[in-house]
């Protein structure tokens, strides 16, 4: 079956539910057994593999849960309630105090906030790495590590990681190696097909795709799910049953609206390349990006999240602000993956690696994240934009 027909599909039951084509919502908390017996089952069963209290899951988050999983091509998935928890909880799943981690420097923000601060105060170090490490990882791994985390491209700078060259050497010292595979949707990487435990997707993003909704959720193989279901059971996580449904209607078109989100993009990425304003363009399938050639190994397809810098001479407040004001179907704001464009200028927080890297440009970084709207129209927005930052 390939992905488009998964989308539409997975987690599907229909007959099981009057021929009802899209699954129930319950609103539940107690879920009343008949007899002593059957309460006396309800309990002995496994609180991900059945209904037993709404807190777990109800059918419908559990058929949500099922279509992620297929997706992603992992064993099982769990939810919770923001993308960032799914980022957060993992993690405390699979470490201890005394424990190592390896995270990558080009991590989503309050992820790297949650290891300087929550799991510092547990006991957990954090050494933040390279995306660019590839098998080097290995040399910065010890004894005590027991989970390296990878997020390709990365946050805001989108270097491409060696995710294949990464969890071998993990592997071969007993890591469990974690995904944050948001940009690419299930649908653009594999992460199991590479070596990957653990997959996260912020479900706010493009699974979502609507910007109407925040959920996360958590994908492993079969070998790594006992841990994470442990954790998901005794901290109580999950997604909400009303958002399970919204986002189970995003992943029914996500098939459709990637390929339209990757030629936006990628087009907005090569006109920006050949503005005057434009030091450099970071979007790892426009070839020449320094990513380019992993990406082509290991992806199917680009997201629409990618970033720019501007010249120093058009880096001040004034210039930005003459750009970004004024456009019309460009917004600003927290989180992307919706079907409208966004624009903003970004800080980038990066302990490990420089930014810029030494010889790079040093302007403003911007992030873009091209909607669904038509190509022509997005970038006749940003000229006039360029054209009203000109006469600053
Ligand atoms: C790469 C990445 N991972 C995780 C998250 C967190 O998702 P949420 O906003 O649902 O908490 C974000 C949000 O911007 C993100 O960009």
Redesign the pocket.
């Known amino acids: 079956m390939k992905d488009a027909t998964r989308a539409t599909h997975a987690g599907r039951r229909p007959h099981d539910n009057h021929g009802v084509v899209n699954p129930p919502v319950y609103h539940a908390s107690t879920i009343l057994s008949p007899t002593l017996a059957a309460l006396r089952d309800l309990a002995a069963m496994e609180d991900a593999d059945a209904t037993t209290y709404g807190v777990h899951g109800t059918p419908g988050t559990f058929a949500f849960e099922e279509a992620v999983a297929a997706m992603e091509g992992g064993f099982r998935t769990r939810l919770a309630s923001?993308?960032?928890?799914?980022?957060a909880a993992p993690l405390l799943c699979y470490l201890s105090a005394g424990d190592h981690l390896l995270m990558v420097d080009t991590?989503?923000g309050?992820?790297r906030r949650f290891c300087r601060k929550m799991l510092r105060r547990m006991g957990i170090e954090t050494t933040f790495y390279d995306p660019l490490v590839g098998g080097a990882i290995r040399d910065l791994i010890r004894p005590e590590t027991r989970v390296v985390f990878t997020?390709s491209p990365g946050?805001l700078t989108f270097e491409v990681q060696d995710i294949p060259a990464i969890a071998a050497e993990a592997k071969r010292r007993g890591c469990t190696v974690m995904l944050?595979n948001?940009?690419a949707s299930p649908l653009y990487f594999k992460p199991f097909e590479h070596g990957v435990d653990v997959s996260?997707q912020?479900?706010?993003?493009y699974i979502g795709g609507h910007s109407d909704l925040?959920?996360?959720a958590v994908t492993t193989t079969e070998a790594a799910y006992p841990q994470l279901r442990e954790g998901w059971k005794q901290m109580g996580l999950n997604g909400a049953p009303d958002d399970a449904y919204l986002a189970m209607r995003g992943l029914r078109t996500l098939a459709v609206r990637m390929p339209r989100h990757w030629e936006n993009g990628l087009a907005l990425a090569e006109w920006l390349a050949g503005r005057a304003e434009v030091a450099e363009v970071l979007h790892p399938a426009l070839p020449g990006d320094r990513g380019h050639e992993l990406w082509r190994r290991d992806f199917l397809g680009a997201a629409a999240?990618f970033g720019f810098v501007l010249r120093p001479e058009f880096s001040s407040e004034e210039r930005l602000a003459a750009l970004l004001d004024g456009l019309e179907l460009f917004g600003m704001g927290?989180?992307?993956g919706g079907f409208e464009s966004l624009m903003k200028p970004v800080e980038v927080p990066h302990s490990a690696v420089p930014w810029p890297r030494p010889g790079r440009p040093r302007g403003q970084l911007m992030r873009v994240h091209a909607g669904l709207e038509d190509p022509g129209d997005l970038i006749a927005d940003l000229a006039a934009g360029f054209a009203r930052m000109g006469r600053v």
């Not at 912020?202 to 993003?205: E, H, I, M, P």
């Open positions: 923001t993308g960032l928890l799914a980022c991590c989503y309050p992820t997020e946050s944050d948001t940009w996260i912020a479900v706010t993003k925040v959920m996360g999240l927290a989180s992307w």
